[in-house]
């Protein structure tokens, strides 16, 4: 009788419960994890012996007691409260990476930035960074002028929470990436996404790292509910920005912000994407899309309806959107996204 081979499946804990360094002292902890930060964001009260902290941290998931009586830092631990990434071998290439470009190409290097720190400790020195970088645009209003930031802040928060909550760590070798250009911003993190990109801004979210995504969410960093693609979308509407793109490559997921292009500017694949998202947040916030709403988001005059009238037209002829009510008069005509 032949013998019977078996195949035992190993059982892989998720990113967030592994560990990044292993049956460390007391001391180590301390000096590797940014523990004031951690009771400083969760607004709890420092204890004041060394015996409480750690017990605070093991707590909080940070940390974990071996059967040694030593401490393991968890990944979860790490990432977010790591006083520097590169002390831990497994993480130094999840820092964050911020590179500005001397125009729209990536020919020549400004200046580039390594995050050091762990996400939740690092992240608004990140955003504020970005901001330095970034030049004003001069907003002309009713009555006066006002200096505007090239992108909306809180389109740049959601965006760059994104890239780090939704990352593939299992992908070695890369994490988040900021591209600064003259005419744009990408943000890129490493995995493909988990639902279609088109559909970004209506679908609920899927995390491959749920415990650091609750986490970011808990210290306000990221949306609690959604994706927060909707402020997104809506931000750059206010700002009159042309439409961000969101892409896919082979192993990554990318979002682009476009720096401010009047409508006469903007070649037509703009103003379909532009359409598209459009109808998308006006359907998920229970709102039609027509010729009138597109005028104000592509700042079209009132006289020029014809103008809006074609840019839906190409919208619906590339299959994004669809005529809501085919028996309704012209002069009602609204439309939805070709999803719904």
Known sequence: MGRRSYHVHKFHPPFEKQFSAQELNAEDVIRLIDYPAYFELTNRPLPESRDGILIALASGKLTVLSDAGK????????????????????????????????????IETVRELEGAKGYAVGFERIIDYIKTLLPSNEKIGKAFR??????????????????????????????????????????????????????????????????????????????ER????????????????????????????????????????????????????????????REPMNNASLRERLDIGDVNSATASRVIKMTVNAGLIRLYDTAANRKAYRYVPYWA
Not at 158 to 178: C, K, R, W, Y
Not at 211 to 216: I, W
Not at 228 to 242: A, H, M, N, R, S
């Open 71 to 106: 401490w393991n830092i968890t990944n979860f631990g790490a990432i977010l409260f790591a006083k520097k990434l590169q002390n831990f071998s497994t993480l130094d290439r999840k820092a964050v990476r911020l590179i500005q470009y001397k125009g729209n190409s990536r």
């Open 226 to 285: 959604g994706s927060g693609i909707d402020k997104v979308v809506f931000q750059t509407e206010l700002y009159q920005l042309p439409a961000p793109i969101f892409e896919e490559t082979d192993k990554h997921t990318r979002a682009v912000l476009f720096a401010y292009k009047s409508n006469k500017e903007m070649d037509n694949e703009d103003r379909i994407r532009a359409s598209y998202l459009h109808c998308c947040l006006k359907y998920v916030n």
């Open 146 to 223: 006002a200096e505007v930031p090239m992108y909306p802040e809180l389109a740049l928060r959601e965006l760059v929470a994104n890239a780090i909550i939704h990352q593939d760590f299992s992908i070695g070798g890369t994490g988040p990436m900021i591209e600064l250009f003259s005419d744009r911003l990408e943000i890129t993190n490493p995995g493909v996404p988990l639902v279609d990109t088109q559909r970004f801004l209506d679908s609920p979210p899927q995390s491959r790292n749920e415990a650091v995504a609750s986490f970011m969410r808990r210290i306000g960093i990221c949306e």
